[in-house]
């Protein structure tokens, strides 16, 4: 019997492809060459299944032009790239890979909070350049972690993870705002107080973003939601591009309206907003906030077992859609 039809749409790691080669017949992009929708649809036209890995949209127009196609397997926990109802509609099954992230990206979340109230490439810029040449009183002055009020904006695993940094290592007090309050119990094991999103922006020193990118999560933060933010605060967004309004965000911080941003997740990325490569008082970095070895190849690897228990017929591990079992292509 002949293989499943298979295409990993971007590089990942040469061992676990070879690992989905004993399962299925594979089309890999060693190269990592970005495809347009027009040639991403064209090698799917042929496929089973495909991994992606968050940058490829899958539609309803891909998913017409890929009649075989039955499994759209995400490596990453975000998957605003897919359209979840068309794929349910069509039925495709789409899966993510929750859970095996969350630790290492709550870790940067905190990294970059830190680097942001602390200054860190900022001053890091300043003497690379030679321009230090005296100790000043304050020089890099910024706020504290330790003690200060962190505002999570979006409560699910990895807001959790920071939470509990945040209330445990560094005796911070935890507000957050979700879609929906915690249990008493997690609240508990969070350290970690429900309050509204105006209250979350106007008391916090250091405002964390992690919500999912959907059409009612769009400019979360826009300039009303920065102009109730303290001057002092500092907000991070390791979430997704487009949950801040980035133009805002650069005018906010060219005014000193708020301290400091830090961010990892951009609106169009890989391209940034310019204002933002030009004001000082940014930490910016290209979405790596999953990005360790073993966290990255544990994705992949969730990835790949999701097609392999999918077309196996165990079912997918960690779906994200549930179409009907008599409309699974
Ligand atoms: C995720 O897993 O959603 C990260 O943002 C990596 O894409």
Redesign the pocket.
Known sequence: MSKPRILVARAIFPDIVDRLREHFDVEANPDDVIWTPAELAARLADKDGVLT??SQRIDAALLAAAPRLKICAN????YNNFDVDAMTAAGVQGT??PDV?TET?ADFGFALLMATARRMAESEHFLRAGQWTKWSYDMFAGSDIHGSTLGIIGMGRIGQGIAKRGAHGFGMKVIYHNRSRLSTALEAECKATYVGKDELLRTADHVMLVVPYTAASHHTIGAAELGLMKPTATLINIA?GGIVDDAALAVALRERRIAAAGLD?FEGEPSVHPDLLTVPNVVLTP?I??ATVPTRRA?ANLAADNLIAFFGGRGPLTPVNQPQAGLLR
Request: proline share 0%; charged share 5%; net charge positive.
């Open positions: 890995t968050g490596m990453a926990v975000g993510n890979t992230l990206t997704r997740v979405h906030a999953s994705m």
